[in-house]
């Protein structure tokens, strides 16, 4: 089983297949909550509503077969701009 921590489904989920776009076989419950959704640049298909709110119920690339490995570059980019920016700005 290798790679088995990076994928997961719960069929028993009341929402189960709660985006279109991803086949049964592929879809990924692990980032339900995705951890990008904090961040406009987060790489996703979203539409933000009037109100300023983010939609991502037609976003999929955190719910796909792909979605561990995405989820995770995207994070080690944010982590490294972090970093580098508390680098230029240390002694502020």
């Known amino acids: 089983m290798k790679n088995d921590f990076n994928q997961f ?3 028993e989920c009341r929402y189960w297949m709660c985006h279109d776009g ?3 076989d592929d879809f990924n419950c692990l980032f339900c909550y995705c951890p990008l959704y904090a961040y406009s640049d987060c790489g996703g298909s979203y539409i933000t509503l009037e109100d300023g709110t983010k939609d991502c119920s037609r976003c ?6 792909h979605s561990w490995k995405f989820v995770v ?3 080690r980019e944010v982590n ?3 970093i580098k920016f508390n680098e ?3 002694d502020d």
């Open 9 to 11: 489904q719960n069929k």
């Open 22 to 24: 991803v086949s049964e």
């Open 60 to 65: 999929t690339k955190n719910h796909d077969k």
């Open 73 to 75: 570059n995207k994070l």
């Open 80 to 82: 490294e701009y972090k």
């Open 88 to 90: 230029v700005n240390k």
